[in-house]
């Protein structure tokens, strides 16, 4: 029997007042960090799930703004990867619009390993440990283009 399936999900990039929105745990190790997202529910469109997903992993309200990369991750091509290994994921990065804070941040509905979700300075980015590598690593280019973004398709990437 063959257990592998697609999942489709969405992340979120938040930056404001150069801070970076970013949701904190301990998987796949304690001090762990990454941008908030999930998974994509039947029915839902891919700007709703990222609307609701950042506002159940960090109690922010954003609007999805443009689609800046489209991902995949296939762990069976990547050895020693820390992703459930029979999930084929395809992940939409949009950047989004800050709309409202809640006077405490934190998550609604928080993800199992979830511990908080915090505004990290921007110049701190790299120096976090951070989920996935190759994400954190384009996050700096990114964050530039904000005024001029054009999406594009990342592939099966670690």
Known sequence: ??????????????????????????????????????????????????????HEETGVRVTAGPLIQLREHIPWNHPGSPSTPHVHRVVALFWCHFVEEPDALGPTVPDDVQTGAEWVPLDKLTGLRFVPPTVQASLPGLITQAGGLNGFYAGDVA
């Open 1 to 54: 029997m063959n257990d592998r399936y697609i999942r489709i999900s969405t992340t979120g990039l938040v930056v404001r007042d150069d801070r970076i929105l970013l949701g904190r745990g301990d998987w796949p190790q304690p001090g762990t960090y990454w941008l908030p997202g999930g998974g994509q529910q039947p029915g839902e469109t891919l700007a709703a799930c990222i609307e609701r997903e950042v």
